[in-house]
């Protein structure tokens, strides 16, 4: 079984702290994600990576940025989190076929 | 215009009903093609693929036209149980990686 584990279920953060979000896959993928999902908006990719050491910017990158130096591990950062990302935040990895997703961190920053 | 679109829904359906969602997608050179399920407070899972010529699995169908540029998902006999927002999912070779774009969900609710 393909198991995508995210570091905290929940966090409360307060405006301008960094936040680190990590996220760990046991299957030896290449390709691993990182989205945010708001209601209405649904799932918007931010950054994603098919390499170690290699990131690519998705749909909204602004105000995050990533770290991959390891090929199961994939971090997002948050320099200095700001209200407006108060979001679920759903990390992923995939094969070609299919998308396999960690159970979200719930962030909010007050 | 959206790259993907779905109707969210609310779409309440009494036990036993057929229902069908239909998701558009905007860029006619989109490759592949998937209906996810995510369950509340829950994280999204991969439902089916979606072939060129439809697929069923159990009481799910799901038909690609490409010409009109949308899938659909079928379900029949409707339970409880799928009860969930479904997602529709495009991906795209761009620039030797795969573009994955999902839709925002349609949301079912089957009711007793």
């Known amino acids: 079984d393909v198991k995508v584990t995210q570091s905290s279920r929940y966090l409360v953060k307060r405006t301008g702290e960094k936040v680190f979000l990590e996220c760990v896959q046991d299957?030896?993928?290449?390709?691993m994600f990182w989205y945010r999902q708001d209601p209405g908006l649904g799932l918007r990719l931010i950054y994603f990576?098919?390499?170690?050491?290699?990131?690519e910017k998705g749909d909204i990158p602004e105000g995050y940025s990533v770290s991959r130096e390891k090929k199961e591990r994939f971090s997002l950062i948050l320099e200095s989190a700001s209200t407006n990302q108060t979001s679920m935040y759903l990390c992923?990895?995939?094969?070609?076929?299919?998308?396999?997703f960690g159970p979200g961190t719930r962030l909010t920053v007050t | 215009r959206k790259e993907v679109e779905q109707d969210p829904g609310p779409f309440n359906v009494p036990e036993g009903a057929t229902v069908a969602f239909n998701c558009t997608y905007s860029n006619s050179a989109s490759q592949s093609f998937f209906w996810y399920r995510q369950d509340c407070r829950k994280e999204p899972k991969l439902l089916m693929s979606?072939?060129?010529s439809g697929n069923e699995d159990g009481r799910f169908t799901a038909q690609l036209n490409r010409a009109s540029q949308y899938i659909s998902l079928l379900i029949r006999d409707s339970k409880l149980s799928d009860s969930a927002t479904y997602l529709c999912v495009v991906t795209l070779n761009s620039g030797g990686y795969q573009k994955v774009t999902f839709g925002t969900g349609t949301k079912l609710q089957v009711i007793p």
């Open positions: 992923a990895s995939s094969t070609v076929r299919e998308q396999y």
């Open positions: 990576s098919y390499d170690v050491k290699m990131k």
């Open positions: 299957m030896d993928h290449e390709n």
């Open positions: 979606v072939y060129s």
